[in-house]
């Protein structure tokens, strides 16, 4: 990937063929600054620890040499980056919690800005808390918007969804992982009543993925709105069949070191092509 090497050029325009047809793909210049926009999977929560932050293991910002997270695949190419890696995600935080992270974003000058949001849009109390599809999208637009009036030329990807039934799925049979799914009430939407196969668990289940798969429908068509500067992973994330070795035994719910590292991974390689001048 030309990202991947040290040249001495700002940027420029190059032709990737890719069998059976050919698209013109932009060569940026390494940022100053990046930022993460999120929730806790960006704040890498309970990848090292009990119930913590560990914002060193985040996919986007991180700087543990494990994960190889997009801010350490930037420094490999451009020390001008060195130090400058923001996380604004928070715990917890819904896409209604996003335009105040862009708003610190802007304020930090980031020239590079990813986003996951939405987990917990849908691991809400009960189906009927859930973020509706056109308030999410609403919600999305007018972040991206603002980070295009506040940070002009900002590069930004978008993240999609992990896909919350699969959790369901590798974890159901873990005793430990039903557990904690109970008593800490971890997305009852989707985990509740995680061995029953009464159909209205199964429709239920059915209808949380549908959100998620709505979710991240509408934030590539905003990505893509927003023109060539925004990039998305194209479902890479959503559709990984990621397994229970990816998952924090701290609360067999967020992505554990290694589950970082694979985010980092499938992310990547879906967004810009960097380049930095030799320093």
């Known amino acids: 990937m030309i990202g991947r090497r040290l040249v001495p050029v700002l940027a ?20 100053g600054v990046m930022a993460a926009l999120g929730d806790s999977i960006s704040a890498g929560f ?12 985040s996919w986007s910002a991180g700087d543990n040499a494990q994960v ?3 801010y350490a695949r930037l420094l ?6 060195k130090g400058h890696n923001r996380n604004f995600a928070v715990p917890g935080a819904t896409s209604a919690d996003l335009m105040g992270q862009v708003r610190q974003a802007i304020a930090a000058k980031a020239g ?5 949001i939405g987990a917990t849009d849908v691991c809400t109390p009960s189906e009927r808390e859930m973020t509706p599809v056109s308030v999410y999208r609403q919600r999305l637009d007018a972040a991206l918007a603002a980070l ?18 699969r959790l369901w799925q590798v974890g159901k049979g873990n005793a430990i992982a039903r557990m904690f799914w109970a008593v800490g009430r971890i997305c009852p939407t989707m985990l509740a009543n995680p061995m029953s196969t009464k159909r209205r668990d199964v429709e239920r289940r059915a209808r949380v993925r549908a959100r998620l798969v709505a979710f991240n429908r509408e934030s590539a ?14 479902g890479a994330v959503f559709s990984y069949p990621y397994t ?36």
């Open 221 to 234: 068509r905003a990505c893509a709105a927003f023109g060539p500067e925004c990039r998305t992973d194209e």
């Open 76 to 81: 490999q190419v451009s020390s001008a980056i």
């Open 46 to 57: 309970n990848a090292c620890g009990w119930y913590v932050s560990c914002t060193s293991r």
């Open 112 to 116: 590079y800005v990813t986003i996951l």
């Open 244 to 279: 229970i070795d990816h998952i924090s035994r701290w609360d067999f719910f967020h992505p554990n070191a290694e589950g970082q590292r694979l985010l980092a991974e499938q992310t990547f390689k879906h967004g810009f092509d960097w380049v930095g001048v030799l320093s």
């Open 68 to 70: 190889d997270s997009h």
């Open 12 to 31: 420029a325009v190059v032709l990737v063929f890719v069998p059976g047809t050919a698209r013109a793909a932009s060569v940026e210049p390494v940022p």
């Open 148 to 165: 295009r009036g506040g940070l002009p030329g900002v590069r930004v990807f978008v993240a999609s969804i992990p896909d919350l039934r």
